[in-house]
């Protein structure tokens, strides 16, 4: 005889909790206020306690938001704030972790490059074009500084325009890892102007409409972090086992 879970669904199959099940039928729109928690644990058939749990759950995924004054509210879906508690806990447990998640955002950036480029409208470009100035402008000057803001929001822009939540935070979510594990601090001066003229033939590419030409130079631009002389000092302290590069991504993650 078939046999269904207490929930109704497929024996063996987890059911969602029913919070987030609530979140995601009703008919609200981002910020619109849910009802307090006695009357939503009411409406939802479960205890004011095991409602609380379950919205733990969804403000660490980023679902909800929860004040004393302004009580709950729905958020907008973030792929990147569910992959944040992941990737916290990942880096936590292993930093070499941000080497894997490195390989899928390059493949992600290659495999996503035509129709994030073709999206991009005149604005984006002169965006594109500014960030290029500014990051050289940072290289050459007195003192060198180094243009991580330019150099994330350089890469986020460019794949901005993509109807793809899960890109979008998948790739979101690199750069938070990135300066986890203090990537953004590092200074090797001759890495710095390679990826920036890379970075600069990647816009001029984009400007001219020569997206092959874009594309040749991005999955070049792919490899280049593998061969960072401060990833290669990276690795040596995971190598060693020593607790504090992991403790620091935690810390860096949970900010």
Not at 55 to 78: C, M, N
Request: proline share 5%; aromatic share 8%; charged share 25%.
């Amino acid at each position: 005889m078939n046999q269904t879970s207490r929930d109704g669904g497929e024996p063996g199959v987890e059911q969602p909790y029913e919070l987030l099940r609530y979140l995601a039928q009703i008919p609200l729109d981002e910020g619109d206020r849910l009802p307090a928690i006695h009357e939503l644990a009411h409406q939802l058939a479960i205890s004011p306690a095991k409602l609380r749990e379950q919205l733990e759950v969804a403000r660490a995924l980023g679902l909800v938001d929860v004040r004393p004054k302004t009580g709950i509210r729905r958020l907008e879906f973030s792929f990147r704030a569910a992959l944040r508690v992941c990737l916290r806990y990942a880096l936590g447990v292993s930093p070499a972790s941000f080497e894997q998640l490195g390989a899928l955002r390059n493949q992600i950036e290659v495999a996503f490059w035509y129709p994030a480029v073709r999206a991009l409208q005149d604005e984006d470009k002169r965006l594109l074009q500014q960030l290029i100035d500014q990051a050289w402008q940072k290289l050459r000057g007195t003192p060198i500084q180094i243009p991580h803001f330019e150099h994330r929001e350089l890469h986020l822009a460019i794949y901005s325009r993509l109807d793809n939540a899960f890109v979008r935070g998948l790739l979101e979510s690199y750069w938070d890892a990135y300066e986890a594990v203090g990537l953004n601090v590092y200074t090797d001066l001759s890495y710095l102007q390679m990826v920036w003229t890379y970075h600069e033939e990647m816009v001029r590419a984009i400007a001219a409409g020569d997206l092959d030409a874009g594309y040749r130079v991005v999955v070049e631009h792919a490899g280049l972090l593998q061969d960072r002389i401060e990833l290669d000092r990276f690795r040596e302290a995971v190598h060693r086992a020593s607790p504090h590069p992991a403790e620091e991504a935690e810390r860096s993650l949970a900010r």
